[in-house]
């Protein structure tokens, strides 16, 4: 009897609460499958994560699909690589008509933005075939500037949802611990801090060191 009268009255109290509140997930779009694992690696449960591409598909020449525009019409955030490389993406925009993730928007983002441009052409003439004027959009292939990518992408969420900025660094601090075991080895990565590493790689230096 005393058992009942307790949970009666935790009932009556969770009523008079009201429903719990679910948080609302953010609905991000890429532009590439890497992308799209990268960002569920920093958003986790923050966010629900699509890609417009399939990995098999060369970025290149992707043909805008119908399925483009009802996904990212509802999209809050969109995730490109940049550099010249989705050069399809213009089109797709500007059909969907979603003002949160135009390029002008604080719901884009180029994560090539403020990397060091690789093999940027010193001309470029049509004798030369299929080049990008900007550098080798293929950023994702360099250990260095994938971490540089995770950077800009905890940044972005950052900027679009501050309130979890705490849970987004600390995944992306978690990205950068694996990214540099997987790296440079597991020993390594116990004696020196990642951004130590990091510098001495990216400055040339890790083997004189």
Do not use: C
């Not at 928007?105 to 180029?110: L, P, Y």
């Not at 049509?126 to 540089?148: A, F, R, T, Y």
């Not at 950052?158 to 900025?165: A, F, Q, V, W, Y």
């Amino acid at each position: 009897m005393k058992f009942l009268s307790i949970f009666l009255l935790f009932s009556l109290n969770m009523h008079a609460q009201g429903p719990s509140v679910v948080a609302k997930k953010i609905k991000i779009v890429t532009t590439l499958t890497v992308l799209q694992k990268i960002t569920e690696e920093l958003a986790k449960d923050k966010a629900i994560v699509s890609s417009l591409t399939l990995p098999n598909e060369d970025p290149h020449f992707i043909r805008e699909k119908p399925t483009f525009k009802s996904v990212l019409k509802d999209a809050d955030m969109l995730i490109a690589i940049g550099n010249g490389l989705e050069i399809w993406l213009k089109k797709v925009l500007i059909a969907t008509q979603n003002p949160k993730i135009l390029e002008s928007a604080n719901g884009f983002i180029n994560v090539s933005q403020n990397t060091r441009l690789l093999e940027v052409p010193a001309n470029v003439s049509k004798s030369q075939g299929d080049i990008h004027p900007q550098g080798n959009p293929h950023i994702w292939l360099s250990p260095m500037l994938v971490l540089k990518i995770a950077y800009n992408i905890t940044n972005f969420l950052i900027k679009n949802d501050n309130e979890n900025k705490d849970f987004y660094m600390k995944n992306y601090n978690l990205f950068k611990n694996n990214l540099t075991r997987s790296m440079f080895g597991e020993s390594i990565a116990k004696s020196y801090s990642a951004d130590f590493l990091w510098k001495l790689k990216e400055g040339g230096k890790l083997q004189e060191y």
